[in-house]
């Protein structure tokens, strides 16, 4: 069962019972990209490659590189959006108002599917569906510092599993010794109802149960009490409600094209709109960019109507008669 949960729930944060073939395997990142897996150690940080993309279209500050430009507004929380034929509206939580001709919406899956963002008028039916025939699932690393290390090193030995009677039970543990040397920190992957229980007890409460794990794991070893934890808490965080978005099983390309699809003119982006892609970083680049693509056709070409292929029409070249069409 924890060979299972290393080969799905691990890449998909949910388990194959509920998961859709259609998008897993084979998994388009691995097939396009390669197989090889790096860890990021980078120590400043994943967010300085978006701060690296940003700041070739954003004005920056030519001595510290800093993103100056006034255009970019931060923490500050979309409350509404009020769209109509003649532009959109976006209100903030501190009441400042914003207008535009169109808006893209690139909040999470999680988010769309709570209250925190309120559209006037109320999106269709067909894309609230399509929302939530998604599932927004939740993947948790949690790190642990110990004062010494007590698991093995060296070649063959980044990962081991923990086989519990109980499904995704702290299974995957990873040593960081070849990125972080002489860190003494360990890994643990949960997800799914594991991830939710745990976000929802102490840190120390998490701490007890993974050292209890390690402690049946290397019975000939003299554990020690972990003296630091992070466990982040992206299911309950209002701004994320999940990690990444995954296919269940049921849905397919027409599901994927009325999430991505515009209403009126409001677009929408994210990695849950990347069709190849979705889970990844790299899917949110590239669904950001399509994303601007269908907006500016509208916008400078005038091609302004987005085609839906049917359900289960196998052509991808079915005339405009014979699709589902959504005006922006």
């Known amino acids: 069962m924890v060979v299972d949960y290393f080969q799905q729930d691990f890449e998909f944060a949910e388990p194959p019972r509920v998961t859709s073939l259609q998008n897993t395997h084979p998994l388009s990142t691995f097939n396009n990209f390669g197989k090889d897996v790096y860890f990021v150690a980078d120590q400043r940080g994943y967010e300085s490659v978006v701060h690296h993309v940003a700041g070739q279209y954003l004005e920056t500050d030519p001595e510290s590189n800093d993103i100056v430009d006034p255009r970019l507004k931060l923490n500050m929380v979309v409350r509404e959006i009020t769209y109509s034929h003649n532009g959109v509206t976006v209100r903030t939580d501190d009441d400042k108002v914003y207008r535009a001709d169109y808006v893209i919406v690139s909040a999470s899956l999680g988010v769309l599917q709570t209250d925190l963002i309120r559209f006037e008028p109320q999106l269709p039916s067909w894309k609230t569906m399509s929302i939530y025939q998604f599932d927004m699932a939740v993947y948790t690393k949690i790190f642990l510092k110990f004062p010494e290390r007590f698991w093995p090193s060296g070649p063959g030995t980044e990962f081991f599993l923990y086989a519990s009677g109980r499904r995704g039970y702290y299974p995957v543990w990873q040593q960081l010794e ?151």
């Open 178 to 328: 070849m990125q972080y040397p002489g860190s003494n920190v360990l890994l643990v992957t949960v997800t799914d109802d594991e991830s939710r229980r745990i976000e929802q007890q102490s840190d120390k409460q998490t701490m007890t149960e993974a050292v209890e794990v390690l402690r049946k794991m290397f019975p000939g070893k003299d554990v020690p009490e972990a003296t630091e934890i992070l466990v982040p808490r992206w299911w309950s965080n209002r701004f994320f409600k999940g990690t990444f978005s995954n296919w269940p099983i049921g849905v397919s390309r027409y599901e994927f094209d009325l999430i991505r699809a515009p209403v009126g003119r409001v677009y929408f982006t994210g990695e849950h709109t990347s069709e190849k892609y979705n889970g990844y970083v790299h899917g949110a680049y590239l669904a950001g960019i399509d994303s601007a693509d269908i907006l500016i056709n509208c916008t400078k070409k005038k091609m302004c109507s987005y085609n839906v292929q049917g359900k289960h029409d196998q052509s991808k070249d079915l005339p405009p008669s014979e699709r589902l069409q959504h005006q922006k």
